[in-house]
């Protein structure tokens, strides 16, 4: 018996160290991404030239201004002559209506009159159309988070132009282990510590990915900074501390 109480003794000592030995707050670090408040990626909804690009990265705009514009003078030219049939068909159908109004036409040449006018200005909308999409028009107020592509450069459709961003709040992606949804809330606390940076910006968690990687086993995170964060930038990459006074519930 006493043999038996020595081995359970002498084993304390060891539990005692390996607990003491783990590190609580590295269970609750993870990788994590800034970005915009807004982000979208603008390309091109034709194939052409470009002809203008009057921002660079970092330059910001208003909304409704001219991010980028395609040499499109076969475009114009189409919408000059879409006009000029739209007007002559006017006219014609102006005349048919006069001349029946007299009894000289038929209501035949009336509806001829009627329908090639319906073509003309149906023609105009497509020409009109197809020009809009010469220039890609700010959607927001923001500023250009990356620019991929240069002036007198040809691109084809769905071609990315331009990465925008609209000023606010900077929010933090990150890719957390799956094990952490078992305490994981929207409301929660964090600290974001860019790479090689002493700094560090407190945060919340805004929303909870409803989907977990297979692969990785380790689902999205988005939280927002609270504190003013004018150093950051977006694609500034880091980590994420959830301390244990936050997730002890």
Known sequence: MRGRLAIIVSALPLTVSIAVAQDPASEFSAHAIVRAADETVLSAEMA?????????????????????????????????????TTKGAEAQLQNAKRLDRLGAAGSLDLALA????????????????????????????????????????????????????????????????????????????????????????????????????????????EGKLTVSASKLRSGMGGRVLFNTKTNDE
């Open 114 to 221: 009627e329908a090639a006018l319906e073509e003309a200005q149906a023609n105009l909308s497509v020409a009109n159309a197809r020009l809009r999409r010469c220039v890609i028009i700010a959607p927001f107020d923001g500023f250009v988070l990356e620019r991929d592509v240069e002036r007198f450069e040809s691109v084809e459709v769905m071609t990315p132009l331009l990465r925008i961003g609209r000023p606010g709040t900077l929010r933090v992606e990150i890719i957390a282990p799956a094990l952490w949804l078992s305490w994981m809330e929207t409301g929660k606390s964090f600290q974001f510590m860019p790479h090689k940076s002493d700094t560090s910006y407190a945060g919340t968690v805004e929303r909870i990915g409803a989907v977990i990687d297979a692969a990785s086993q380790t689902v999205k995170i």
């Open 48 to 84: 052409g030239r470009i002809k203008t690009l009057p921002f660079d990265e970092g330059d910001s705009f208003a909304a409704g201004k001219h991010l980028a514009g395609f040499n499109c003078d076969i475009l114009e030219a189409e919408q000059v002559v879409a006009r000029a």
